[in-house]
């Protein structure tokens, strides 16, 4: 299987793939295929929102080397699996406010020690910033009208100065009312103002059309 332009990540034709931390495990239902003695897990970009980034055209991954990372809105954690994958030796924080879902994510992080998940609201990121200290990879995927004022948020109170963040912009959760580009460029006129610039935007059409990513670093 070749490599792709992504450390760790396999590429056939347009399919993604991680080495399964946890091999015979699967997550969400996902393929599994072998290469020598490693077992890979198909990343689906129907499916998570990073994966689309990824396979929409970003020439790098949005992170290098995170120690600790903060994922804000897991789920299930269809995406977080994949990076808990990727970042064996990092610890990735997991930010969820469904009681329901989070009990997906308890489980996973059972079988994956990399997993550190908080059932916490991402709005009232005090609640949680103390047990999760400063990471250097914020990582956001709710469906908020503030979505920029979270971002900030934690980022602030999270993030480390020469940290990047990944917003995945639902658009129509901003506003119903406005274009799809008046949200996005209101929104990175909101970030900007705050010392942030967008080092990367990219629409995760068809995979999800809602939503546009941001790739943001401090200016
Ligand atoms: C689209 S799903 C995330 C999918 C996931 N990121 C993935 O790719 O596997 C959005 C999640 O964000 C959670 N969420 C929404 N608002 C939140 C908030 N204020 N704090 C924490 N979680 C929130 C929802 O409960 C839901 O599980």
Redesign the pocket.
Known sequence: MPASDWPGILRRGRELYTRNLRPGERVYGEEVVREGSDEYRRWDPW????AAYLVNGATRLPFEHPHRVL???????????HLSDLLPDSQLFA????AT?FGTLLGLSRRRPNLFPIL?????PERYAADVGRVDFL?Q????RNQAE?FLENARSCLATAGTGLL?L?VRSVTQRKSTNAVVSETREALGQQGWRVVDQRALTPFSRDHVALLLARA
């Open positions: 499916r998570s929102k990073l994922y804000l809105g897991a789920a299930h954690g269809t995406t977080l699996s930010i969820e406010k469904s879902t916490a609201d991402a709005q009232l990582y995927d709710i469906a908020q979270v995945m639902k």
